[in-house]
């Protein structure tokens, strides 16, 4: 049994609609929920990402840097009234953090940072 289906031409096959709305004023487009900005767990979810990405930096002048850039950047974009160009933006900054932290780990300095000397010896 064949899955292909062919159609003549002009011809038009209707399909049922799987999920009827009974309510027509109570529909939403897709493409007004993709339109929409980010919801905020999703904003959480990228700080958190960025934060941890941050993380994994081998250098300690790098990785201090990358936190705090990345904290300023949501701070500075806090209120903005359309967050998704933002969003993007910083979801295309976590990739090029993600490559850079395994460039980085391949020229990784082999002694600590003095910071990491001294956070080291703190009881």
């Known amino acids: 049994m064949s899955l292909i289906f062919s159609l003549k031409i002009g011809e038009k096959r209707?399909?049922?609609?799987p999920n009827p709305n009974p309510n027509p004023n109570l529909s939403?487009?897709?493409?007004?929920?993709?339109?929409?900005?980010?919801?905020?767990?999703e904003i959480l979810n990228l700080f958190r990402s960025l934060l941890?990405?941050?993380?994994?930096?081998?250098?300690?002048?790098?990785?201090?840097?990358?936190?705090?850039?990345?904290?300023?950047?949501f701070r500075q974009?806090?209120?903005?009234?359309?967050?998704?160009?933002?969003?993007?933006d910083g979801k295309s900054q976590l990739e090029i953090a993600k490559r850079q932290v395994v460039l980085y780990s391949l020229y990784?300095?082999?002694?600590?940072?003095?910071m990491e000397i001294s956070q080291s010896m703190k009881p």
């Open 14 to 17: 209707r399909f049922p609609n």
């Open 28 to 41: 939403i487009s897709l493409s007004a929920m993709a339109i929409s900005g980010p919801s905020k767990a």
């Open 52 to 73: 941890r990405t941050a993380r994994d930096f081998s250098d300690y002048n790098i990785r201090e840097y990358a936190k705090r850039r990345t904290i300023h950047g």
């Open 77 to 88: 974009n806090h209120r903005l009234p359309d967050p998704s160009s933002a969003f993007s």
């Open 108 to 114: 990784a300095p082999r002694v600590k940072s003095v």
